[in-house]
């Protein structure tokens, strides 16, 4: 079978259940299903998952390395439409790399990479729509601010001319206490109305949580960005 129809042939059915999981768990907790976008993380899969994501109407595509994406978005720009995430840690030395193939980056995870991204610039580029990841959960070994160092440095984050901070992301731990997940989103959701109730002048509006694992979870705590690949696409081929 072509690899793109294969991809069709899983996504369809398990696009729908998505959808109509988000309707379920918005309608729980009283909120609009227009509110929440699934970015189709193609990570790891062949071209063909991304000709099926198109052809099932989705429009907003993410991946997690540089590389990939500099070899993507090319392939498919004349697909005017489509939207790319970056949803990976970005690599400071890399950041001049980022400009101009993506439509959001959801991991800006330190001072330092904002500096590098605003520095890098090009020439009348318009400012880099940005997420700020924070460390809700507190794991050591997961990149971003915590808490207390996104309340210090928000300020100067948002000074940063070259950058437009678009919102907030985090990563829950991968584990099936549903309170741990929910707590984790939740504490990025509370940052996120501290935020905009402070006179930082910050107002962000995605909150980029939940991915396949725990996307309902999120749509529930306020997510308005799923980031969801094997859900879509099955595990990733070796």
Known sequence: MDEALSYESRLAPAL??????????????????????????????????????????????????????????????????????????????????????????????????????????PDAADPLPVLVQVNTSGEEAKYGFTPDAFRRELPELLALGGLRIEGLMTMAPFTADEGVVRTTFRRLKELHEEALQGDSGYAGRELSMGMSNDWEIAVEEGSTLLRLGTVLFGERPE
């Open 16 to 121: 729908a259940e998505v959808r109509q999981g988000i309707e379920r768990a918005c309608e729980r907790v009283g909120r609009d299903p227009k509110e929440v976008r699934i970015v189709a993380v193609t990570k790891g899969h062949g071209e063909g998952a991304i000709e099926a994501a198109l052809a099932a109407g989705l429009r907003d595509l993410g991946e997690n390395r540089i590389g990939a994406l500099g070899e993507r978005v090319p392939r498919f720009a004349d697909h005017g439409e489509l939207r790319w995430h970056m949803v990976g840690h970005l690599q400071s030395r890399k950041a001049p790399q980022v400009h101009g193939l993506v439509r959001l980056l959801h991991s800006l995870d330190s001072l330092r990479l904002g500096e590098r991204l605003d520095r890098s610039r």
